[in-house]
């Protein structure tokens, strides 16, 4: 199922109105493009979208070619090798799965000099102790004070992918531990302005408990061509 203006403006709608019922303003809109073809990209880029997030570095970098003519913003939210962050660096405006200490030099080195700092956001293994991606919320703090001492990256905030939880408490209950370590990561960093967390079927719920970037396939693109993992 291509994606609509009217389904991209719907969800617009609603992402809007949960942001006000939240009380902050606004919340941004990431398109998950993975596993979409570009075409399906240069649609909804042709609709307004610029944000897209991509979960594979070589998926991303064959799309990128493709839609060369465009200016778009592309985010890596899918786990990191430390032998990509090259490409990320030259490749991309945001990482969002940053979470170990060994990826900061090598990102910070591969970003070409005059090109914008990569913004970063460090991930948060918030509830999943069987995920391997993602930092301890105890080890937030020493990632963070690492990523600002580098001029080439920008410490944003956080993300999280919270396990999903068959039920709306246990989720809420994540997203809420989230705004807690990101109110507390602010009070040394006051310059980080996003909490990037909700998918398609959570994103009202986490927005209400203070996400301003929630990432969404499915609800914009439809279901996603079954040829990969879908997380
Ligand atoms: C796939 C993916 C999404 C989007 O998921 P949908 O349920 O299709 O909206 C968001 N974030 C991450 C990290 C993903 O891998």
Not at 78 to 101: I, M, T, Y
Not at 170 to 191: I, N, S, Y
Not at 205 to 229: C, D, K, Q, S, Y
Request: glycine share 6%; aromatic share 4%; with cysteine.
């Amino acid at each position: 199922m291509p994606s609509s203006p009217a389904a991209r403006q719907a969800l617009l709608e609603r992402i809007d109105a949960a942001a006000r019922g939240a009380g902050h303003g606004s919340a941004h809109l990431l398109a998950v493009s993975k596993t979409q073809p570009a075409e399906a990209v240069r649609a909804l880029a042709a609709q307004g979208q610029r944000a897209f997030g991509e979960n594979y570095v070589q998926e991303a970098l064959a799309k990128q070619r493709e839609l060369a003519d465009l200016t778009l913003e592309w985010h890596l939210i899918g786990p990191l090798q430390s032998n990509k962050c090259r490409e990320v660096a030259l490749h991309f405006d945001w990482l969002q799965s940053l979470d170990r200490a060994k990826l900061i030099a090598p990102l910070a080195q591969h970003r070409p000099a005059g090109r914008e700092p990569l913004n970063v956001l460090i991930q948060v293994n918030i509830d999943d102790e069987a995920s391997k991606s993602g930092c301890k919320p105890d080890e937030i703090a020493a990632l963070a004070a690492r990523i600002v001492t580098e001029p080439a990256l920008r410490l944003r905030g956080l993300m999280a992918i919270p396990a999903p939880a068959p039920d709306a408490e246990t989720r809420r209950a994540a997203f809420a531990h989230m705004r807690e370590l990101f109110d507390a990561l602010r009070v040394e960093h006051p310059a980080i302005d996003t909490l990037s967390m909700g998918m398609s079927d959570d994103f009202e719920l986490a927005i209400a408990e203070g996400a301003n970037l929630v990432r969404i396939g499915t609800a914009l693109f439809g279901a996603r061509p079954m040829t990969r993992a879908s997380r």
